[in-house]
C-alpha cells in the first residue's frame, strides 16, 4: 500500500488551505505589530486580530474581550491553575479534578500540591465519566476551582459540562475546562454550560499550531487571574508577549469553519468510526470499546483488542497513522493512565488503539485502513504476539 493514510486526528490536524490562506498574507503583507497602534501597519494587524477574538468568542458564546491568546492549551491550562491558585489564595488553597485528564491539567496539580495547595482527584465511571454528585461532594469551603475536561483526548468520552458548570455556580466556585478536543467539534456554550474559564488551541480544528486561547469570564462572575509570563501588559494584562498575528487570523477563521460544518462533519464522523467498531468486532471478534457509546467525540474511537499487544501492531501499518495513546505521553511504556481508571486492568490498557477520523479522510481510506487493521491483527495474532506489559 502505497498511500499515506493519517487516522490520529485526536493528535493534531492538518491545517486547512482555506484557513492557510487566510493567513498567508499576514507573514509578508500586512505584518505589523499589532500592539504597534501609531501607524496603519499596527492597525491593520489589530482589526485582523480582534477579527479573529470574535470569531472564536462566537463559537462558544463568549465576549471577544472575554478571549485571550496564548501559545496553545498547555500554557492556558498553566494560567488557569496556576492563576487561580494565586489570584484566589485569599479564599482558599483546593482545587477539584478528576484521574483522567490530560497531563497539562494533572503536572500543573502536581505542581500546586508541591506549592502546598490541596488536590482532590476525582474517579471516573467504566466510561470514563465523572459522577456530578462526586463533584458536589468533594467541595468544600476551601474550594476555589473545579477544572474538568471537556471531552477526553484518548477515549472521546464528553463531560456533562452543564450539569458539573451548574453545581459549581450553586457554590460559589469557579469551573474551568480543558476543551482543546472538544471546541469545534461538538457544540460549547459557556454561558449556558456555567463555564468560567476554558482553555483551547487551534491545531485541533484545522487551524495552525502554536497558537491557543484561554476564555476567561469578565462578569458574572468576573474571573480573575494571575499572569504566569510577564512583560509589557498585552492582552490585559494576563499573557504578555507580541501577538502571533498569523496564528491567530488562521485559528478565527478555523473556528468560523468550524461552526459553519460542524452539524454536517459530525454525522459523516459518527458514521465512519460506528463502521470501524462494527467491522474490528465482525471480523476480531469482542473488541472492547472504551468511553461513552454514546457520549463520545464523533470523530474518535478507542478500542481495546484481547490478544494483541497495541505497541506490536502500530509499526506493521506501516503506511497507515493511529495511536496507542495521548500524542503527550506516547513515547512511553507504561499503560494508559486513562484506560487504566475506567478500572478494566492495565492488560486492557495495553490492547488500546485510538483511531480518529478527520475532515480529509476519504471513504476509500476508512475502507483500506480497517481492513489493514484487520489483516494486520490476524497475522500477529497467528505468530503468537500476545499482550505484555
Known sequence: MSERIYLDYNATTPVDPRVLEKMLPYFTEVFGNAASNDHDFGLEA??????????????????????????????????????????????????????????????????????????????????????????????TPHTILISL???????????????????????????????????????????????????????????????????????????????????????????????????????????RLARREMTVESARFHSWTEQIHGRLQMALGNVQLNGHPTERLPHNLNVSIPGLKA??????????????????????????????ALGFGSERAHNAIRISVGRFTTDDQIETATERIIEVVRELRAINIITAP
Open 311 to 340: 505497541r506490536a501492531l502500530i509499526p506493521q501499518l506501516k503506511n497507515i497513522a493511529i495511536a496507542t495513546g495521548s500524542a503527550c505521553t506516547s513515547a512511553k511504556v507504561e499503560p494508559s493512565h486513562v484506560i487504566e
Open 46 to 139: 489589530k482589526r485582523a486580530v480582534d477579527n479573529a477574538r470574535a470569531e472564536i468568542a462566537k463559537t462558544m458564546n463568549a465576549r471577544p474581550d472575554e478571549i485571550i491568546f496564548t501559545s496553545g492549551a498547555t500554557e492556558s491550562d498553566n494560567i488557569a491553575l496556576l492563576g487561580v491558585a494565586e489570584k484566589y489564595a485569599h479564599k482558599g488553597n483546593h482545587i477539584i479534578t478528576c484521574v483522567t485528564e490530560h497531563k497539562g491539567i494533572l503536572d500543573c496539580c502536581q505542581r500546586l500540591e508541591e506549592m502546598g495547595k490541596q488536590v482532590t482527584y476525582l474517579p471516573v465511571d467504566e466510561f470514563g465519566r465523572v459522577n456530578p454528585d462526586d463533584v458536589r461532594q468533594a467541595i
Open 149 to 255: 475536561m471537556a471531552a477526553n483526548n484518548e477515549i472521546g468520552t464528553i463531560a456533562p459540562l452543564a450539569e458539573i458548570g451548574t453545581i459549581a455556580a450553586e457554590n460559589k466556585t469557579l469551573f474551568h475546562t480543558d476543551a482543546t478536543q472538544a471546541f469545534g467539534h461538538i457544540p460549547l456554550d459557556v454561558q449556558a454550560m456555567n463555564i468560567h474559564i476554558m482553555s483551547i488551541s487551534a491545531h485541533k480544528l484545522y487551524g495552525p499550531k502554536g497558537i491557543g486561547a484561554l476564555y476567561r469570564r469578565r462578569s458574572s462572575p468576573r474571573v480573575q487571574l494571575s499572569p504566569v509570563i510577564y512583560g509589557g501588559g498585552h492582552e490585559r494584562g494576563l499573557r504578555s508577549g507580541t501577538l502571533n498575528v498569523p496564528g491567530i487570523v488562521g485559528f478565527g477563521e478555523a473556528a
